[in-house]
């Protein structure tokens, strides 16, 4: 029977389950739904788990999981894994953040800080004395400055002020009114606030579209974007007393190479030439699974790895 540990990168969107075993074998990768308590409800929470647990008992024996979810301190979140996983059998077992297993997975352990901008934004960073520091992450109403969301928001903010006759004309109203339908006020109010989220960060991809065609409010809202992002990176760096490390960078706004990257990349090089930018060495998924596998004893893996186990 294959003996294996599983790695969960819990997503809002989309959830990543990665088996892998004391040795490092990939046993299997597989996609889920959305990992989301909150947005999804009860029921589907628990069919989620239901699937993945069964998931894992098909592929053989499960002797750790970690998951890594946003809204881990939940603690109805916490009580339906642990009912679920104690029925299938998994007794070792850990929830944390999301940032901890992106952070985890980015440097594989070593010190150095890791940004993600994604629809929200956060910065997670290790000290060389091992310590852990999170800073941003605060959501939508009070933070997540250079996320996908806040790039959106301030289109979004940009149009309506020029549509009241207060701000400066911009390309982003003609490609925001395109993109999503928008040709009076109560419809950009109704896109807005009936869309959630996800509708106002999928306008940031306009922003860079309007700043590559030489629009100028696009490219304020970029460089006040990108110098909340360096400010969130230097006090990481600050807090952790981390000088000459690498900083990983994750999540749709800065993964590619965007203006928003280079933006970035330039004004941290500014203030902190010690820091240097580098992609990720693995993903969250397997920042996950390499924390399942240090919780197994280390005795427990060379004799499984030295295959006397069967």
Same mark, same amino acid.
């Given at each position: ?132 520091? !999170? $800073?941003?992450?605060?959501?939508? #109403?009070? %933070? *997540? ?5 806040? @790039?959106? =928001?301030? /289109? ?48 940031? !991809? $306009?922003?860079?579209?309007?700043? #590559?065609? %030489? *629009? ?5 809202? @970029?460089? =006040?974007? /990108? ?48 820091? !240097? ?15 399942? @596998? ?17």
């Amino acid at each position: 029977m294959v003996k294996f540990a599983a790695g969960i990168d819990g997503g809002g969107t989309g959830t990543t389950l990665l088996c892998r075993e004391p040795g490092g074998r990939t046993v299997s990768e597989q996609r889920f739904g959305a990992f989301n308590l909150n947005g999804t409800g009860e029921e589907h929470f628990a069919a989620l788990l239901a699937e993945i647990t069964a998931c894992l008992r098909a592929l053989g024996s499960c002797q750790s999981v970690c998951i890594g979810a946003a809204g881990s301190s939940n603690p109805r979140m916490r009580s339906m894994i642990a009912e679920t996983f104690q029925t299938a059998g998994i007794m070792r077992w850990d929830l944390v953040g999301d940032d901890e297993i992106a952070l985890h997975g980015a440097l594989e352990g070593e010190a150095g800080l890791c940004l993600i901008a994604g629809t929200g934004s956060v910065c997670c960073g290790r000290g060389r004395d091992g310590r852990i520091l !999170r $800073l941003g992450g605060w959501g939508h #109403l009070i %933070g *997540d400055s250079g996320s996908a969301y806040a @790039l959106g =928001r301030d /289109a979004f903010a940009a149009v309506a002020r020029q549509w009241d006759g207060m701000g400066p004309e911009t390309g982003l109203t003609a490609k925001l009114a395109e993109a999503f339908h928008l040709g009076s006020r109560e419809e950009l109010i109704a896109c807005v606030y009936q869309g959630g989220k996800s509708r106002v960060a999928a306008a940031a !991809r $306009l922003v860079e579209q309007a700043f #590559l065609d %030489g *629009d100028a409010l696009a490219g304020e809202i @970029l460089e =006040r974007n /990108a110098r909340c992002l360096v400010e969130l990176t230097a006090a990481a760096a600050g807090r952790l007393s981390l000088g000459h490390a690498p900083v990983a960078l994750m999540g749709g706004v800065l993964a590619q190479d965007t203006a928003m990257r280079r933006l970035f990349v330039s004004k941290l090089a500014a203030v902190r030439p010690d820091l !240097r930018c580098i992609r990720p060495k693995q993903n969250a998924a397997a920042g996950a699974v390499s924390l399942a @596998l240090s919780a197994i004893p280390a005795e427990e893996q060379a004799f499984r790895a030295s295959g006397r186990e069967t």
